[in-house]
């Protein structure tokens, strides 16, 4: 059975940092996309960035700069630094697994996902 577990979120103030992290276990985590979505109170769920198997990466054009993605294949994790939070940044954060490599933007591309860390940005 897959899992995908988030960790890291909580409170911070604007202009602060917080590194989320994605463990996942029941499937060859080498060989899926990941990505990170998010989902403030009142919106639909968004696009942050994303992964593929051959570590390219994708960004909201709001992030870049700021968030950067990295996977580390020995120990099935995959993580989020976020760097210059804004209040805008205010969600919950969703790790997701693809075995497509495109369009790694859509939430339809992803099969698996977890249920979230609480990032809350402080003004």
């Known amino acids: 059975q897959v899992q995908l577990v988030e960790s890291g979120g909580g409170l911070v103030q604007a202009g602060g940092s917080l590194r989320l992290s994605c463990a996942a276990s029941g499937l060859t985590f080498s060989t899926y996309s990941m990505g990170w979505f998010r989902q403030a109170p009142g919106k639909e769920r968004e696009f942050v960035a994303a992964i593929s198997r051959n570590r390219a990466t994708y960004y909201l054009n709001s992030v870049k700069g700021r968030f950067t993605i990295s996977r580390d294949n020995a120990k099935n994790t995959v993580a989020l630094q976020m760097n210059s939070l804004k209040p805008e940044d205010t969600a919950i954060y969703y790790c997701?697994?693809?075995?497509?490599?495109?369009?790694?933007?859509?939430?339809?591309?992803?099969?698996?996902w977890g249920q979230g860390t609480q990032v809350t940005v402080s003004s």
């Open positions: 997701a697994a693809s075995t497509d490599v495109v369009p790694l933007g859509v939430e339809r591309t992803y099969q698996y």
